[in-house]
């Protein structure tokens, strides 16, 4: 069994910045890509950012592009997302989940592991 914790959410102001960590233990996959989501209140769960195997390829929500980077580590089976620049519109619950692929895939179908969540909230 895999598992995932995230780390890293909490309270900021608009225009300020979070990095979240999500680390996979227990029976990982041998080659794995990972990704975010995230689900606010009364909405449905939405991708967010994600980042292949190698690291080499990365791919963006719409609504985040040029303010969050997903990047990862593969010694320490952990993938990290800087937020930057803020908005209440941000505010959420935001998972990490693996997907048994080399390639950065988008939709929540694809992933087979998912992290309990942390919350974001950004205050205006």
């Known amino acids: 069994q895999v598992q995932l914790v995230e780390s890293g959410g909490g309270l900021v102001q608009a225009g300020g910045s979070l990095r979240l960590s999500c680390a996979a233990s227990g029976r990982t996959l041998r080659t794995y890509a990972m990704g975010w989501f995230r689900q606010a209140p009364g909405r449905e769960r939405e991708f967010v950012a994600a980042?292949?195997?190698?690291?080499?390829?990365?791919r963006y929500a719409d609504s985040v592009k040029g303010r969050f980077t997903i990047s990862r580590d593969n010694t320490k089976n952990t993938e990290y997302l800087q937020m930057n620049s803020l908005k209440p519109e941000d505010t959420a619950i935001y998972y990490c989940?693996?997907?048994?692929?080399?390639?950065?895939?988008?939709?929540?179908?694809?992933?087979?592991?998912w992290g309990q969540g942390t919350q974001v909230t950004v205050s205006s």
């Open positions: 980042i292949s195997w190698s690291g080499g390829s990365t």
């Open positions: 989940a693996i997907a048994n692929t080399l390639v950065a895939v988008t939709h929540f179908s694809e992933y087979d592991y």
